[in-house]
């Protein structure tokens, strides 16, 4: 991986091989529709990338549209051009794909998106479906009429599903910039992205986007690392961006504080932590995006996928 470049309280890094620079710490687009007041979140947005963080993280299907609509907002004001925009489809057609691309690029009030990802690959056929239904032809599509820049995947299930959408792409000469997958302390030791996914495409030239480095919450919560501790984890892979979930400025100024603490592991560092959450990763029961469908959001709405 690239040295890391410092500025302020932040960390930036190459983007896999697209030849951006962006901040290693991203806003996670689901917490920022918590705040009870639009003007809150207007207020975490604002205050974020003021603060250095330049990635920003959303979905087409968060809470309905409205975390879209609602970064659309804190986007206005000459700060959408600040900063290096993500969000994510769901449809498994081509007119579906560019019809939900049409609808983020609208709530997010903007001509572009830098970076459009296929969500949730967590079936073994959803590789199938993206190659064979025409979502990769929406893409390029999309792409050469300048409404993306860039195109990834994401998934939260199986490390066998990103190798098999990798291994599809590789057969239809398709080149992902980015996929996004869970990376936490517990993730290294049960079903591993990091120990599978994550070799292969620092290889490829595909940028790594952590998400859920605290495992939604339950890591510190449950005492087994610290938030920073885990944000460090996290940082200390070959990531691009760690997509940090934050609801409030006390949660924002956490993450800037890992970012300016951190600085790599050495192995015995890196092998005492893992030593030490061992016993809580084996089971799986703190990753339950992994080992139940309780945050597969396609499941539950199939009609997204139309």
């Known amino acids: 991986m ?17 030849g951006e620079r962006v ?8 917490h920022i529709g918590v705040p009870k007041t639009r003007e809150e979140s207007t207020r975490l947005i604002r205050t974020a990338v003021d603060r250095g963080i330049t990635f920003l993280d959303n979905c087409w299907d968060y809470m309905d549209g409205k975390c879209e609509e609602w970064m659309g907002v804190a986007l206005r004001d000459g700060y959408r ?6 969000s994510k489809f769901d449809s498994r057609t081509k007119a579906g794909t560019l019809k939900q691309i049409d609808e983020s690029l609208k709530r997010l009030q903007t001509d572009h998106l830098d970076l ?4 949730e690959n967590i079936r073994l056929e959803d590789p199938d479906r993206f190659f064979n239904d025409g979502v990769g032809e929406a893409l390029l599509e999309a792409k050469k009429a300048g409404k993306i820049r860039y195109t990834g995947f994401t998934g939260h299930k199986d490390p066998m599903v990103h190798l098999r959408m990798l291994d599809q792409a590789q057969a239809h000469q398709f080149h992902f910039n980015t ?3 869970p990376l936490n302390i517990l993730d290294a030791q049960f079903r591993s992205f990091a120990g599978q ?23 510190p919560q449950d005492k087994i690392a610290t938030a920073t501790e885990c944000l460090h984890y996290a940082l200390n892979l070959p990531t691009s961006v760690v997509i ?38 084996l089971t799986g029961r703190h990753e339950l995006f992994k080992t139940t469908q309780n945050f597969d959001g396609t499941a539950s709405h199939p009609q997204w996928m139309a």
Do not use: W
């Not at 901040?23 to 689901?30: E, K």
């Open 2 to 18: 690239a040295a890391d470049e410092r500025s302020g309280d932040m960390i930036y890094r190459k983007l896999g091989s697209t």
């Open 23 to 30: 901040s290693a710490i991203g806003l996670g687009g689901y």
């Open 81 to 86: 051009q600040k900063i290096f925009l993500m």
């Open 116 to 119: 459009m990802q296929f969500h």
């Open 179 to 181: 996929a996004q997958m």
């Open 197 to 219: 996914v994550v070799p292969r495409l620092v290889k490829e030239g595909i940028g790594v986007l952590g998400m859920k480095p605290l495992a939604s919450g339950a890591i």
């Open 244 to 281: 940090n979930g934050m609801t409030n400025l006390t949660e924002l100024d956490q993450a800037f504080n890992a970012a300016k603490t951190f600085k790599p592991f050495s192995q015995s560092e890196l092998s005492a932590l893992l030593s030490r959450t061992r016993e809580a990763s």
